[in-house]
């Protein structure tokens, strides 16, 4: 007579699922990361072009970082992650794996890759010399963005290559979901930059990057974007120039030459100057160049920070007569 014992057969594989996954839990318990936070506040004063209202000029946002790191099966996994203004809101993100010699691979929500992480390389003391002004300011930046990107790192014979790939849509995605923006096709970029150990020349370093970006505008081909910079330190200064290039499919190609000057007076206070000039040139049209400086100082005292910058544009964005200017005074406090 032969017996049905398929049922006490399931009924032991199910144990003997539950127990590998408890026991697979516990190991994940064992191996908990180690997690920091840190953040800071910022106490801001801006004043406006005096075409604009102002209203109220005093600003204020919280910024909170969660770090953690620790091994999985060989590899070191991190992620961070950064929240501002709003305990609840991610403002970027990132998961990486570092596999040792064979690079690092990550996945970026906001923090930073490819092409995106040399975009304006220019030194400065405090904030950037377009920063704060109205309108497409980020004209002649290169890049893809970082949202939604995949992202690998190394350094081979001390080149330090950054690249990213962005499937679709450079937007953050929560899990689950997908993007239902088509932004035209995928974008790939990369960046590499060399130290003063690549260089063989003391402060100097330098790097350069290309991308093929879609832009979701084009009937055909991807923009191209490409860029190249130098900085030079040499005891308390250092002089930066950049050189970038975005070639638009139909549309209005972009050249950007900037430079900046960042002196270190002293352990506590720097200061520095830029200047960029931008030539927009519209298919069929006349080239209008965008040209913009910008003067900064940062002062800090241990756990605090005062910095100010003030930045002016003509012909903001390509847009002749289009002038801004902007004005601001930040104090920070880490904790």
Excluded: C
Aim: proline letters at 1%.
């Amino acid at each position: 007579m032969k017996t049905n014992n398929k049922g006490e057969i399931m009924n032991n594989l199910k144990k003997v699922g539950l127990t590998a996954l408890a026991g697979s839990l516990a190991a994940i318990s064992a191996n908990a990361a180690e997690m920091s936070v840190s953040g800071a506040s910022v106490l801001t004063y801006t004043s406006e072009d005096a075409t604009e209202v102002t209203g109220n000029p005093w600003g204020m946002k919280t910024n909170i970082g969660f770090t953690a790191s620790g091994d999985v099966n060989g590899y070191t996994v991190s992620y961070m992650q950064t929240s501002a203004d709003q305990f609840a809101g991610m403002s970027s993100a990132r998961l990486s794996i570092d596999m040792g010699d064979m690079g690092l691979i990550a996945f970026d929500q906001g923090s930073g890759s490819g092409l995106s992480t040399i975009d304006d390389k220019t030194p400065t003391a405090a904030e950037e010399i377009w920063d704060g002004l109205d309108g497409l300011t980020a004209g002649g930046l290169v890049g893809a963005g970082s949202s939604g990107a995949w992202n690998y790192v190394n350094t081979v014979g001390g080149v330090g290559i950054n690249a990213s790939i962005v499937p679709g849509s450079a937007t953050s995605q929560a899990d689950g979901a997908s993007s239902g923006d088509g932004n035209g096709g995928t974008s790939m970029d990369v960046a590499l930059t060399m130290g003063e150990d690549a260089t063989g020349v003391a402060g100097l370093a330098v790097g350069l990057g290309y991308g093929e970006i879609a832009n979701g505008n084009q009937t055909t081909g991807d923009d191209e974007h490409q860029t190249v910079f130098a900085n030079y330190s040499m005891g308390m200064a250092t002089f930066g120039m950049q050189y970038s290039e975005i070639d638009v499919v139909n549309g209005t190609d972009q050249e950007n030459t900037a430079w900046g000057l960042a002196v270190n007076v002293n352990d506590n206070l720097s200061v520095s100057y830029g200047e960029r000039e931008i030539d927009f040139k519209p298919v069929g049209g006349n080239t209008v160049t965008e040209e913009g400086e910008g003067l900064a100082v940062a002062y800090t005292m241990g756990s605090i920070k005062i910095a100010g910058n003030r930045n002016e544009v003509t012909n903001n964005n390509g847009t002749s007569a289009s002038n801004d200017a902007m004005t601001e005074i930040a104090v920070s406090f880490a904790f």
